[in-house]
């Protein structure tokens, strides 16, 4: 039964949205930011796919449909950011110096991961763009010659555990400016920070849907130079 499953065309989008219906409940039941929903329906996918025995590939056959619209998503983090495009504008310097920051803030911890842990080059170009979303992370891990499908779920693991611990985080350090709440999320987590900045507030969303597309192509033109060092 289950190998019939498999082989359907849309079984991988039905096995996604329907993981991801679940992880909704889940946090809704009980409204701690540990159930994320994307990490509770990554979770629940690789339950199924391993007491199931269903391959990667008959998944993804599917679930791929999905990722057609990571780079349409990405662009429509442009709306919240036209509405805040005053506070742009007068802060348009330290916007930018914050973003670059944190970009090479995360370069340079996965080179250091790198020296520590003994890394070879195509693991620690693996890594880099842990920070930046798929869209970005993909193509750049594929020019630099690392493996695309430990990348993509290391964004997302990274991307989670920005959702879920960033309000931590800014408690503990004080973080209360509402522009730099913003982005520190988009620049750190990506999509999944900005997703969780939108549920704090509009100016934050913005901030953060800035973050992450500036820290994305500064990671583009940037990550050949990290790649280089070790």
Not at 51 to 77: D, L, Q, R, W
Not at 131 to 141: C, D, H, L, R
Not at 163 to 184: D, E, H, Q, T, W
């Amino acid at each position: 039964m289950f190998a019939a499953a498999a082989d359907t065309v849309y079984f991988g989008v039905f096995l996604t949205l329907l993981s991801y219906y679940i992880g909704n409940i889940i946090k809704k039941k009980f409204k701690s930011a540990i159930f994320n929903p994307l990490l509770v329906s990554v979770i629940l996918i690789l339950v199924y796919i391993l007491a199931t025995h269903t391959s990667y590939e008959a998944y993804n056959n599917g679930a791929k449909y999905i990722s057609y619209f990571m780079t349409p998503a990405t662009v429509c983090f442009a709306i919240p950011l036209h509405q805040q495009m005053k506070k742009l504008k007068e802060n348009k310097a330290a916007i930018l110096m914050a973003i670059i920051a944190g970009a090479l803030s995360s370069m340079t911890s996965v080179l250091v991961i790198a020296v520590l842990f003994g890394l070879t080059h195509e693991q620690y170009v693996t890594l880099l763009p842990k920070s930046i979303t798929s869209a970005f992370g993909f193509g750049v891990v594929e020019e630099l010659g690392g493996i695309s499908s430990i990348t993509v779920p290391v964004i997302i693991l990274t991307g989670a555990v920005g959702n879920i611990f960033g309000p931590y985080l800014c408690r503990i350090f004080r973080i209360k400016n509402r522009m730099s709440v913003g982005l520190a999320y988009g620049s750190a987590s990506h999509a999944l920070g900005t997703s969780k900045a939108l549920e704090i507030g509009e100016l934050e969303g913005a901030m953060s849907s800035l973050s992450v597309v500036i820290s994305g192509l500064f990671t583009v033109f940037t990550a050949s130079f990290f790649a280089a060092i070790y």
